[in-house]
T-cell receptor, first 113, second 114 residues
Framework: AQSVSQHNHHVILSEAASLELGCNYS??????LFWYVQYPGQHLQLLLK??????LVKGIKGFEAEFIKSKFSFNLRKPSVQWSDTAEYFC???????????FGSGTRLSIRP | DGGITQSPKYLFRKEGQNVTLSCEQN?????MYWYRQDPGQGLRLIYY???????QKGDIAEGYSVSREKKESFPLTVTSAQKNPTAFYLC?????????????FGSGTQLSVL
C-alpha cells in the first residue's frame, strides 16, 4: 500500500542545533514529495517540494530536503534551528499513479530557547 | 482575499446525530480534499474530489459522506455511523496541473462529541 512514514514523533532541540527529520515512503513508482509545516495556531503551509531534477531542494526559512531514491527517503534538514521553528512538520507524497496526496503522521519539533 | 473558508470553527455533535462541515474556496481550484488530523496520526485522507460532481474515497471514508455540486464547495457530513468523530478536520484544495501540487489549507474545524 502507498504510505509515508515519519519515525520521529517528537524531537526536542536547543537553539542553534542541527535538525534532521526522517521521512520514508513506500515504493510505488514516480513520486512528488513535500514537507509541510504547521506553526502553533496557524494553517498548514508548504515548506518545500521535490518534483524532479536536483535531489537537494531548498525551501523557506533555511530548510532543505534531500531525495534519495534508493532509500525511498526525503529527509528534512536545517543546519541551525531557531526557537521560531517550533512547529509540527509533515512529510507528504503524491504518487504519479494516484491523484491523492498522502501525509505522514507528523513530527512535533520543540526548540528550547 | 483568495482562500479556503471552513466553518464552523468548533462543532459539537450529539450521539446519533449527523453534522455537516462546510468548506468553500474562491481560488478556482478543481481539486479539493478532506483530511482528519488526530494527535500522533498526522493527516488522514477522508475524501477527495478532482472535479465537480465527482469524488473518491480516501483511506478512512467510512462514516463520512461528501458532495461536490459546485466547484467552490465541498461539504463533509459526519454521519452517526462514524463512531469516533472527535478530531480536527482540514479541508484543502490545489490548482490543476502536474507541477501545481501545493495544497492550500483551511483553518480547520474541531469536532467534538457531547
Amino acid at each position: 500500500a502507498q504510505s509515508v512514514s515519519q519515525h520521529n514523533h517528537h524531537v526536542i532541540l536547543s537553539e542553534a542545533a542541527s535538525l534532521e527529520l526522517g521521512c520514508n515512503y513506500s515504493y510505488g513508482g514516480t513520486v512528488n514529495l513535500f514537507w509541510y509545516v504547521q506553526y502553533p495556531g496557524q494553517h498548514l503551509q508548504l515548506l518545500l517540494k521535490y518534483f524532479s531534477g536536483d535531489p537537494l531542494v531548498k525551501g523557506i526559512k533555511g530548510f532543505e530536503a534531500e531525495f534519495i531514491k534508493s532509500k525511498f527517503s526525503f529527509n528534512l534538514r536545517k543546519p541551525s534551528v531557531q526557537w521560531s521553528d517550533t512547529a509540527e512538520y509533515f512529510c507528504a507524497v503524491k504518487y504519479s499513479s494516484a491523484s491523492k496526496i498522502i501525509f505522514g503522521s507528523g513530527t512535533r519539533l520543540s526548540i528550547r530557547p | 482575499d483568495g482562500g479556503i473558508t471552513q466553518s464552523p470553527k468548533y462543532l459539537f455533535r450529539k450521539e446519533g446525530q449527523n453534522v455537516t462541515l462546510s468548506c468553500e474556496q474562491n481560488l478556482n481550484h478543481d481539486a479539493m480534499y478532506w483530511y482528519r488530523q488526530d494527535p500522533g496520526q498526522g493527516l488522514r485522507l477522508i475524501y477527495y474530489s478532482q472535479i465537480v460532481n465527482d469524488f473518491q474515497k480516501g483511506d478512512i471514508a467510512e462514516g463520512y459522506s461528501v458532495s461536490r455540486e459546485k466547484k467552490e464547495s465541498f461539504p463533509l457530513t459526519v454521519t452517526s455511523a462514524q463512531k469516533n468523530p472527535t478530531a480536527f478536520y482540514l479541508c484543502a484544495s490545489n490548482p490543476p496541473g502536474d507541477r501545481n501540487e501545493k495544497l492550500f489549507f483551511g483553518s480547520g474545524t474541531q469536532l467534538s462529541v457531547l
